[in-house]
């Protein structure tokens, strides 16, 4: 774990997932020193957190999936992906964890499909990256691949495109 100056145990604060210039996922881990109030940010890979990490915590961005659900279904699915990330010995919660917790399926990606996923806007990437995950799982793949990306392009950009000749 972190120590701080003072010789006391720095705490973590948060956890931002961030898509680095070259497309690798990253995460900027927030910690703080309760006693001195020193603040410390680190950027790690993602998922290189040992050490650093001291309890399970949600990232910022599943930490705002979570919010966005209606308030009786927090505890359950609050339950639900901690114990998942306990099994798999997991200190943090992605956007990614909670979908891999309700599914059950882990789906991998090529690190092809990674890079083109960064090129998406922020907005709509997470919708992407939910889209194209769920079709995987549907047709028993354990990876996305480019090409799956460009079937479902095609498959939203050509319903797009019928609707407009109408």
Known sequence: ?????CGRWMHTEGVEEQVA???ALTWFVRSECRPCHWLVGIDVPAGQVDGIVDRLIWSDDAR????RVP???VPVLRELVE?????????VITYDLIDQAQ????VSWDPDAERR????PAPVRAMARVELERTAVDRGARCVTVALMEEVKARYFGMAARRDEA
């Open 1 to 5: 774990m972190l120590v701080c100056g």
């Open 21 to 23: 210039d070259e497309g």
């Open 64 to 67: 705002h999936r979570l919010d």
């Open 71 to 73: 308030p009786y279904a």
């Open 83 to 91: 114990g998942f990330a306990r099994t798999r010995q997991q200190r």
């Open 103 to 106: 599914t059950g399926d882990v």
């Open 117 to 120: 996923l960064a090129n998406v």
